[in-house]
Each structure stands twice: as C-alpha cells, then as structure tokens.
C-alpha cells in the first residue's frame, strides 16, 4: 500500500476501509478463537489468546486478540505516521470491552438467565462499536498530549496483561466465574 498523506482527498476513504476490513477480520478470527483452546487440546499458549470458558471476562477476549492484531496492521500501513494512533487504540478497544461487560451483565438481569447467543451478539455490537469509536476518533484529526501515547501504551500493556494473568489466576469475582452458559 502506497503512502497516503491527510491532504490527500482519498485519505480518509482509505481509512473507512480499513476500518471496515478490520471488523470483518475481528468478527472472523473472533469467532474461530471461540472454539480454538478446546480445539488446541488446552494448549496454555492459545489459553492466553481465545476463551478457555465462558465466563465475562473470558468473552473479553474474543475482541481483544483480533482487535490487537489489527492493530499491527494498522500501525504498518498508516499508524506510524499518526501522532494519536496508539491513544485512539487503546480507548477504542477499551470502549469495546465495556459493550461486552455490559451488555453481557444486563442480559442475565433482564433475562434472568445466561444465553449463549447473547455473548456473540454482545461480541458484535462491541466490534462495532470500537472500530467505529476508532474511526471517529481518527477521522476528526484531535490533538493530543505527548503523555497520551505513553497512557494509550500503558492501557494497551496493561489490558494484554490482564488476559494473560487473569486466565491462569482469576479471582473470586462473578466477572470471571464460568456462569454464563445456555440455561436452555
């Protein structure tokens, strides 16, 4: 991919399409990494990278590990050249993180029982919504604080963290307790 620079009129239409190409790769590999750790035979490795059950904070994954990844393809073809690129990341993927809590969270209240279904439901409504947050925050060109790609680095850092020690020693928290399966 050639360089393009913000003057350029096509800038921005080449920036919606990677954003688009982004939630179909997120969707995909959200979707295999669903199955991949019993696939895997519990390979510790995959553990740290696709839901080993199906726990909330489990589900975070799904969206996580492809989102990160995008984000390396990003950064090759365009992300390098933007000053707010990581700060834009970490908020959007944080923003996204958030739908799937809550929206995993009402429906057991609402429903007052756990559906399947409505993990992946809140999987998509979550990917769209960050790649969406993404695009919005990289198309109105804001300004940040040199501190804000340190913090965006730091909360990238530290949510990848999260899902590698919070699947080997996870808490005694309903976050993380494998209630959320089919009452069905």
């Known amino acids: 991919m050639a360089q393009i620079s913000k003057h350029d009129i096509q800038y921005d239409e080449v920036i919606y399409l990677i954003k688009i190409y982004g ?12 199955h991949t750790y ?8 995959i553990a740290v990278l696709a839901p080993v059950n199906s726990s909330v904070f489990q589900h975070l994954k799904l ?3 492809p989102y990160m990844l995008w984000v390396l393809v990003e950064y090759e073809h365009y992300g390098q050249y933007e ?9 959007s993927l944080f923003a996204g993180m958030f739908i799937i809590v809550l929206l995993l969270n009402l429906s057991v209240k609402a429903l007052r029982r756990n ?12 990917t769209l919504t960050a790649f969406g947050l993404d695009y919005y925050l990289t198309a109105s060109n804001l300004r940040v604080l040199p501190a804000a790609n340190l913090s965006g680095s730091l909360l990238l850092f530290l949510i990848a963290l999260a899902m590698s020690f919070f699947t080997f020693y996870p808490p005694d928290h309903p976050l993380f307790s ?3 399966r089919s009452s069905n």
């Open 23 to 34: 939630v179909f790769f997120t969707m995909i590999i959200g979707i295999i990494l669903q």
């Open 38 to 45: 019993e696939w895997s035979d519990k390979n510790p490795f």
């Open 63 to 65: 969206l996580c590990t």
């Open 83 to 91: 000053k707010n690129f990581i700060p834009i990341k970490a908020v």
């Open 115 to 126: 559906v399947c279904r409505i993990g992946m439901a809140a999987f998509v409504i979550a």
């Open 178 to 180: 494998d209630h959320f």
